[in-house]
């Protein structure tokens, strides 16, 4: 079955570079989507195929997707910012994966 | 605006049976293929099945395949999970969420997830 590893824990200073990575065997090759929950509400979408930010999400969220690693990046990061991140792709074999998430922490 | 409700948690025994529901709003229902996603207490996100809009294509996670089943009614804009054999290890808050399909011909599960519901807490305890 396909895995995607995460940093239990990132912490960022307020206003400066969060990167939070996800890792899997080629997941350069598949599309990697991320997802924030912040405590005791459901996630909301910040990134899909890889770099895509939806509507109504701050241009500060980016997202790439190379080799064995996905990265999300918060540039400039705000107290807001603070939640679990979790990366997710399709894989053929094992249908929908999440990433053991991120707790995201802006000091 | 898209409005997804779940309904139908509670209290189970283990080996016991329980039906989710989430009922949708805010766009054509017909058309998205759907998820039911779970979070047990303090652990992360884990998809637990999909439905293509048409009903006709179905995924489970090895973990309920078998146990569990997926199904909408297209006429009432609503998703269900029929649950049965319940595990301790099933519980969990239950969130049904709205996919956005990206892949090409018939559904795959190429998708993500672009609305979730707030979910219904699933307790199987004796």
Same mark, same amino acid.
């Given at each position: 079955?396909?895995?995607?590893?995460?940093?239990?824990?990132?912490?960022?200073?307020? =206003?400066? #570079? &969060?990167?939070?990575?996800?890792? $899997?065997?080629?997941? /350069?090759?598949?599309?990697?989507?991320?997802? %924030?929950?912040?405590?005791?509400?459901?996630?909301?979408?910040?990134?899909?195929?890889?770099?895509?930010?939806?509507?109504?999400?701050?241009?500060?969220?980016?997202?790439?997707?190379? =080799?064995? #690693? &996905?990265?999300?990046?918060?540039? $400039?990061?705000?107290? /807001?910012?603070?939640?679990?991140?979790?990366? %997710?792709?399709?894989?053929?074999?094992?249908?929908?994966?999440?990433?053991?998430?991120?707790?995201?922490?802006?000091? | 605006?898209?409005?997804?409700?779940?309904?139908?948690?509670?209290?189970?025994?283990?080996?016991?049976?329980?039906?989710?529901?989430?009922?949708?709003?805010?766009?054509?229902?017909?058309?998205?293929?759907?998820?039911?996603?779970?979070?047990?207490?303090?652990?992360?996100?884990?998809?637990?099945?999909?439905?293509?809009?048409?009903?006709?294509?179905?995924?489970?996670?090895?973990?309920?395949?078998?146990?569990?089943?997926?199904?909408?009614?297209?006429?009432?804009?609503?998703?269900?999970?029929?649950?049965?054999?319940?595990?301790?290890?099933?519980?969990?808050?239950?969130?049904?969420?709205?996919?956005?399909?990206?892949?090409?011909?018939?559904?795959?599960?190429?998708?993500?997830?672009?609305?979730?519901?707030?979910?219904?807490?699933?307790?199987?305890?004796?």
């Amino acid at each position: 079955s396909y895995e995607l590893t995460q940093p239990l824990s990132v912490s960022v200073a307020l =206003g400066q #570079t &969060a990167r939070i990575s996800c890792g $899997g065997n080629n997941i /350069g090759t598949k599309n990697v989507h991320w997802y %924030q929950q912040k405590p005791g509400q459901a996630p909301v979408l910040v990134i899909y195929r890889d770099s895509n930010r939806p509507s109504g999400i701050p241009e500060r969220f980016s997202g790439s997707n190379s =080799g064995n #690693t &996905a990265t999300l990046t918060i540039t $400039g990061a705000q107290a /807001g910012d603070e939640a679990d991140y979790y990366c %997710q792709v399709w894989d053929s074999s094992t249908a929908k994966v999440f990433g053991t998430g991120t707790k995201v922490t802006v000091l | 605006e898209v409005q997804l409700v779940e309904s139908g948690g509670g209290l189970v025994q283990p080996g016991g049976s329980l039906r989710l529901s989430c009922a949708a709003s805010g766009f054509t229902f017909t058309s998205y293929a759907m998820s039911w996603v779970r979070q047990a207490p303090g652990k992360g996100l884990e998809w637990v099945s999909a439905i293509s809009g048409s009903g006709d294509y179905t995924y489970y996670a090895d973990s309920v395949k078998g146990r569990f089943t997926i199904s909408r009614d297209n006429s009432k804009n609503t998703l269900y999970l029929q649950m049965n054999s319940l595990r301790a290890e099933d519980t969990a808050l239950y969130y049904c969420a709205k996919e956005y399909y990206y892949g090409s011909g018939s559904y795959s599960g190429a998708s993500y997830f672009d609305y979730w519901g707030q979910g219904t807490l699933v307790t199987v305890s004796s």
